[in-house]
């Protein structure tokens, strides 16, 4: 569906998605009509669904983050995960297999903040356990 120059594209959008599209041209050694077609092409085709922030270390470093595991009853799983969504400190929600249903990657302000939205998680109906660890450092993201 998509060839390396698309590829190549996409990579460059992912280190600065607002690069214009003449830079853009320019490192891919094609025209800026032509790059501005192919991303027309991949948000429409919905390879490209958005655009987001990508955060800098000195906001990063006042940041706590953990990753909180979420057993849920089984009856009320939808209802959980529209709750759980609704939390705007839970950045990813992934469903995992194992003991656990989900886990959350949440950050907060302080640790007192992460507290309150991990029982503000704990207390949510359909919510039967949670399981949280605090990331005291990231040694890898891409």
Do not use: F
């Not at 903040?113 to 891409?142: D, F, H, Q, Y």
């Amino acid at each position: 569906m998509i060839n390396k120059k698309d590829e190549e594209l996409l990579a460059l959008l992912r280190e600065n998605a607002r690069a214009s599209v003449s830079d853009l041209a320019r490192a891919l050694h094609l025209s800026r009509s032509t790059v501005q077609n192919r991303i027309t092409k991949l948000e429409q085709s919905g390879i490209i669904q958005g655009y987001s922030v990508n955060y800098g270390s000195e906001y990063l470093d006042d940041i706590v983050s953990a990753h909180v595991l979420i057993k849920e009853s089984p009856k009320l799983v939808s209802k959980t995960n529209l709750e759980l969504q609704r939390i705007p400190q839970i950045v990813d929600l992934h469903v995992i297999s194992g003991e656990y249903d989900l886990i959350a990657v949440v950050q907060a302000q302080s640790l007192n903040k992460l507290n309150t939205v991990l029982e503000e998680i704990g207390n949510l109906e359909g919510v039967e356990r949670t399981n949280s660890s605090v990331i005291l450092a990231t040694k890898l993201k891409r």
